[in-house]
């Protein structure tokens, strides 16, 4: 059964892979991004999916803009909360502004996008809600005070919210995905890739963004109405809890 679906900063990486997926298993995908237009346009061209600009740290952005795929598309059944930046600093470095803009995104950002979908879902009583979280926010990472302390809080945002929507038939779950074949890792040098990262990862390789794109078409079909609450780890091993 189609349904209409959010997919916050679903134009490029994990998100983009998220979008496609969704639409391959018949739903009807509005893809959200912040800022890049010509790569959300090119996007938009070669998938056919309906594509928004607004900034999830901004409440009054995501309503304004819920509102607008609502009013085009149909009420929201299944949103995606993917968008996320990073603002990388040793924590004796890092500024207010760079822990701000972290937090805003990463953390008050899912407050932003559920919030408005959030009385409809309960009205249907049907919802799906799965946000990304991350290997860092389950065991802390270097100089990522800001984003392991979002990533986790996630997690407990997705905790809480499953025990208040479960008897309205909303589940809410989190995939904290490990290190991910995307265009931010092919930045990294082969030396520091074959001798730091992947001797770290039991499967011997990165993940592939379609694979985190699997777990969530599951999580947000109506086969796992029993899953609620629950963190799922894509992460090849590397991190086991």
């Given at each position: 059964m189609g349904r209409i679906a959010i997919v916050t900063g679903g134009t490029r990486g994990i998100g983009a892979a998220?979008?496609?997926?969704?639409?391959e298993a018949g739903h009807t995908v509005a893809a959200t991004y912040a800022g890049n237009d010509e790569k959300a346009n090119a996007f938009k061209e070669?998938?056919?999916?309906?594509?928004?600009?607004?900034?999830?740290?901004?409440?009054?952005?995501?309503?304004?803009g819920i509102k607008k795929v609502e009013?085009?598309?149909?009420?929201?059944?299944?949103?995606?909360?993917n968008a996320g930046i990073t603002r990388d600093a040793p924590f004796h470095k890092m500024t207010a502004e760079q822990w701000k803009e972290v937090i805003d995104?990463?953390?008050?950002?899912?407050?932003?996008?559920?919030?408005?979908v959030w009385d409809g879902m309960r009205e249907r009583n049907f919802g799906r809600i799965i946000s990304i979280s991350s290997i860092n926010g389950q065991k802390g990472q270097f100089a990522q005070a800001n984003y392991a302390a979002a990533k986790?809080?996630?997690?407990?945002?997705?905790?809480?919210?499953?025990?208040?929507?479960?008897r309205k038939g909303i589940t809410v779950n989190v995939v904290c995905p490990g290190y991910i074949n995307t265009e931010m890792m092919s930045t990294i040098p082969d030396k520091v890739m074959n001798e730091v990262i992947l001797p770290q990862i039991p499967v011997g390789r990165l993940g592939e963004a379609e694979e985190i794109a699997r777990c969530v078409v599951f999580l947000a079909s109506d086969d796992a109405g029993f899953i609620t609450g629950s963190t799922?780890?894509?992460?090849?091993?590397?991190?086991?809890?």
């Open positions: 998220i979008s496609k997926a969704l639409k070669a998938t056919g999916i309906a594509v928004y600009k607004w900034d999830v740290g901004s409440f009054e952005s995501c309503s304004e009013s085009e598309l149909g009420p929201v059944e299944i949103l995606v909360n995104t990463n953390l008050s950002g899912l407050f932003n996008m559920t919030r408005p986790a809080g996630d997690i407990g945002f997705t905790k809480a919210l499953a025990q208040e929507g479960a799922l780890s894509a992460n090849g091993g590397q991190y086991m809890i």
